[in-house]
């Protein structure tokens, strides 16, 4: 019988255990720390796995990451050759990676770090904002998960803009393309949200 090796969190791996067993009954599945034959992994699905890991599954036949990004796969200098790399993307992904964006950018909008620190420090600060359509929020990367963030903060009136490598339109955002346009999208934007993926392009910045 295949088998499928995961390697994640301490805190869900019993979870993930359990539930990938049960979406694919047919396989074994096993967490990284347990013991059985490597010869019998085809499949790994990942999250920051230790480095040169991957060598020792002489089948495996796909590498999968629990995200959408796959930099914390590519890290690794010794990946197994040939092998393709598939990253996760779904509805749960999207819609929790939206709260996240929405949540921060509304707590900086409203300058909520300031408020706490006066209220640890039991003094008064007024805060007076502008409204969401006169303030700017830049979103670098308009994939999947950028541009339904993009599109969650025009809905509440945030004045988006949102930055690409290559020009396309999108309704209720204003999108800058190229590195020629980087400038004026950065001018605009008073909460810069990146979601670019982490590639040998965008490392260390543009």
Not at 80 to 95: A, E, F, K, M
């Amino acid at each position: 019988m295949s088998a499928l090796v995961l390697h994640v969190g301490p805190a869900r791996a019993a979870w993930w255990k359990a539930t990938m067993q049960k979406l694919l009954p047919e396989m074994e599945v096993h967490l990284w720390q347990e013991e059985f034959d490597p010869a019998t992994v085809e499949f790994a699905v990942v999250w920051k796995h230790p480095a040169g890991g991957l060598r020792r599954f002489p089948n495996l036949r796909a590498i999968v990451s629990i995200g959408a990004g796959v930099d914390h796969v590519l890290v690794d200098p010794d990946l197994p050759p040939g092998v393709p790399i598939i990253r996760t993307t779904g509805p749960d992904l999207t819609q929790r990676m939206r709260e996240y964006v929405c949540l921060q950018v509304l707590r900086l909008h409203r300058n909520l770090p300031d408020l706490e620190e006066g209220r640890r420090r039991r003094e008064w600060r007024q805060s007076v904002n502008p409204p969401a359509p006169q303030r700017g929020v830049g979103i670098m990367g308009l994939g999947n998960l950028g541009a339904d963030c993009a599109r969650a903060l025009a809905f509440l009136g945030f004045d988006v803009s949102g930055w690409v490598r290559h020009a396309r339109e999108m309704e209720g955002v204003r999108v800058f393309a190229g590195q020629a346009a980087l400038g004026d999208f950065l001018a605009r934007a008073e909460i810069l949200v990146c979601l670019l993926p982490l590639t040998p392009a965008t490392e260390g910045g543009y």
